[in-house]
């Protein structure tokens, strides 16, 4: 009876110790520098494959099991000049959440300061990322797809420009000109009830944005729900100055 106890003990304080010192070990495992250089090692290769280009990214922190950001993005198009940074890309999620039900669930995402810059040599030239758009489009051979449910609690873009050129259409001071476009001051903030593979739901509470020539969208709100079968607009709310 007694051996049977010792070996019963054993196994429980075994199992207890490795409750423990699992999560612990992959904790400071994924908090330490090496570890976080390695992710962004594999991540910057995965994104360059991914989008036919090449993409940089800076420093990654990792707080394990509810938060990660990466700082200083950048992507080149086509011709090997900036098309986007972004200072900061962060996210906040529930991995407990995730054990328990098999959702996912992000309270927070934050893309700070991103600004992307697009161009044509002419008005039938190529875009400047036409060969990332192409790469997004995939011929690779068809996956079985996965299953994916999530939600996003709140997503914020703050200190958005966007600028458009057709480089041989001389500038047009102070006219609003759809040729040169330089869009400054981009705002969003949303919620995303649902991202699956049965439908998306997006609810904006705030889109804001100002066009350097003078257009200014104070406000827009909306919501929207997309199916397989369709989709549709519930409301649309727009504020102009």
């Known amino acids: 009876m007694t051996k049977t106890w010792k070996i019963c003990r054993a196994i429980v304080f075994t199992l207890a110790f490795m409750l423990v010192a699992v999560p612990v070990s992959l904790y400071i495992i994924l908090s330490t520098q090496w570890a976080q250089n390695d992710i962004r090692r594999v991540a910057v290769n995965e994104l360059t494959a991914l989008l036919g280009t090449e993409v940089s990214l800076g ?10 950001s990466i700082h200083d993005v950048t992507a080149f198009d086509d011709f090997g000049k900036t098309a986007l940074t972004v200072d900061e890309i962060s996210v906040e ?10 959702k996912l669930v992000v309270n ?18 190529p875009l400047n990322i036409s060969h990332i758009l192409q790469a997004l489009k995939s011929d690779r051979p068809t996956k079985p797809q996965s299953n994916y449910d999530l939600m996003v609690s709140t ?29 400054n001051e981009i705002f969003l903030n949303a919620f995303i ?15 804001s944005l100002k066009e350097i ?6 406000d827009l709100k909306a919501a929207a729900h997309i199916t397989p079968n369709g989709s549709g607009l519930e409301y649309l709310s727009l504020i102009f100055p």
């Open 59 to 68: 420093r990654i922190e990792i707080h394990p099991f509810h938060s990660l």
């Open 93 to 102: 999620f529930e991995l407990l959440y995730l054990l328990r039900t098999g």
């Open 108 to 125: 927070f995402a934050l893309i700070d300061a991103p600004s992307l810059s697009l161009y044509k040599e002419s008005s039938d030239a």
């Open 155 to 183: 997503v914020i873009i703050r200190n958005g420009h966007m600028s458009f050129d057709v480089l041989d259409s001389p500038r047009k001071d102070s006219i609003f000109d759809t040729r040169h476009l330089d869009v």
């Open 193 to 207: 009830p649902r991202i699956s593979n049965e439908e998306y739901k997006v609810v904006i509470d705030r889109f």
């Open 213 to 218: 020539n003078g257009f200014e969208l104070s």
